[in-house]
């Protein structure tokens, strides 16, 4: 990845990107932490990308855990 010039080591590798206007996290965890949040806004921030979605599997209904955030 190319951030501001510099090339940044593949270290940062976001779960999906839908027609490259929406970043997908995946996460499976008991409880989905800001830390997951600043994540996704990490990836966004980083790919020009406006849109993010944080689904977290480990429910029983996807729906209630699905986040979306808009820079």
Known sequence: M???GRRIDMA???DMLVNDQVVVEL???EKLLP???VQLMSYMKLA???TGLLLNLHTPYLRDSIVRRVL
Do not use: L, Q, S, T
């Open 35 to 37: 830390v997951h949040e």
């Open 48 to 50: 020009g990308i406006r």
């Open 27 to 29: 996460k499976a965890v």
């Open 2 to 4: 190319v951030f501001k």
């Open 12 to 14: 940062y590798r976001m």
